[in-house]
């Protein structure tokens, strides 16, 4: 069966520090992938995805997101997190975008 | 362009009873599907529509189907509600084909007392 695993169930950054957020795969095929971003009540944002080709891939807010297939991840990263980046993120992967399996989310919290 | 609209955003219902849910999906996108977000089960796929007819259907119980519109439109019904049945769901829809992404809905927020 598909999965997606998110190891780390809450992260801590400082403002202006780097982020890296994990995210690994089971899936046989060459997975099409995401990223989404929910806030506190509302629904899911899409901040970039890859389906094939570059393994770098560049987002909305400055995430970028890179492929491998060696590792079967697709981490999340940004340079320098902003105060306003505080939710929580969801890596999803899928053989088709309609169905999306997903994984369990990383809460991200920043520190002034 | 609008994006996708749920209606209505919070729900209040007793055991026992029915709920029906609305989604509108963003003009053009034919493909529309729902999602069950709770805190202990996380996001699970409940079905997807495309044309008036469903596609995929998660593992969920007979108790939730879904039928869509022919201007694109779902509606989601969950009968004999249960305390479990609490939870955000959430409508995303798309365009049809394999490489296109979902756009989410804010989500109806249902709470069965």
């Known amino acids: 069966a598909q999965s997606v695993t998110q190891p780390d169930i809450h992260i801590t950054v400082s403002e202006g520090a780097s982020l890296e957020l994990r995210c690994n795969y089971s899936?046989?095929?060459?997975?099409?992938l995401f990223w989404y971003v929910q806030s506190p009540g509302q629904g899911l944002q899409l901040l970039l995805k890859?389906?094939?080709?570059?393994?770098l891939v560049q987002g909305i807010k400055g995430f970028e997101a890179e492929f491998k297939r060696s590792q079967s991840s697709f981490n999340l990263r940004k340079p320098s997190v902003h105060w306003s980046d505080a939710a929580e993120y969801f890596c999803?992967?899928?053989?088709?975008?309609?169905?999306?399996?997903f994984g369990s989310g990383t809460q991200l919290t920043v520190l002034p | 362009k609008a994006g996708v609209t749920q209606t209505p955003r919070y729900l209040i219902k007793t055991r026992g009873q029915q709920v029906t849910l609305s989604c509108s999906p963003i003009?053009?996108?034919?493909?529309v599907s729902w999602y069950q977000q709770t805190p202990g089960q996380g996001l699970q796929f409940l079905f997807e529509?495309?044309?008036?007819?469903?596609?995929n259907k998660g593992n969920f119980p007979g108790r939730f189907s879904g039928r869509q519109f022919s201007n694109s439109r779902s509606e989601m019904n969950v009968s004999t509600l249960e305390l479990g049945d609490s939870a955000l769901y959430l409508c995303?829809?798309?365009?049809?084909?394999?490489?296109?992404?979902?756009?989410f809905g804010q989500g109806t927020r249902l709470t069965v007392v």
């Open positions: 995303a829809s798309s365009q049809p084909g394999g490489r296109t992404e979902a756009f």
């Open positions: 899936y046989g095929a060459t997975p099409y």
């Open positions: 890859y389906f094939s080709g570059d393994t």
């Open positions: 999803a992967h899928s053989g088709s975008a309609r169905q999306l399996t």
């Open positions: 003009s053009g996108h034919r493909s």
């Open positions: 529509y495309f044309s008036e007819t469903q596609r």
